[in-house]
């Protein structure tokens, strides 16, 4: 079982910047990927970017040259970093965790991180 922890959310205007960070606890051995995905009023969650314990990462194209992931293996976090902010943005941030190391894929979620773009 695996918990995380997200905190970095807030309200920036257009433009601005923020950075989440999301800690994993528990059995975090099995860890092979970490990421976010969000999901705005009324829409589908989708995958924003995510990175393997070996360190690649993959921005979706709505993001890129914006968002920058990163993770410390050690501490197993996992960061964002939002630039360039935009209202479109704004959405719930959600943490995620993809366990392989059982019998099978196994994803856990953090609570949230609320996100909010706008003047």
């Known amino acids: 079982q695996v918990s995380l922890v997200e905190s970095g959310g807030g309200l920036v205007q257009p433009g601005g910047s923020l950075r989440l960070s999301c800690a994993a606890y528990?059995?975090?051995?099995?860890?092979?990927?970490m990421g976010w995905h969000r999901q705005a009023p009324g829409k589908q969650r989708e995958l924003v970017a995510s990175?393997?314990?070996?360190?690649?990462?993959n921005i979706v194209d709505s993001v890129k040259g914006r968002f920058t992931i990163s993770i410390d293996t050690a501490e197993n976090t996992v960061y964002l970093q939002m630039d360039g902010l935009k209202p479109e943005d704004t959405s719930v941030y959600y943490c995620?965790?993809?366990?392989?190391?059982?019998?099978?894929?196994?994803?856990?979620w953090g609570q949230g991180t609320q996100v909010t773009v706008s003047s």
């Open positions: 995620y965790v993809e366990d392989d190391s059982g019998w099978y894929r196994k994803d856990y």
């Open positions: 528990g059995n975090t051995f099995g860890i092979a990927e």
């Open positions: 990175i393997t314990k070996d360190g690649v990462a």
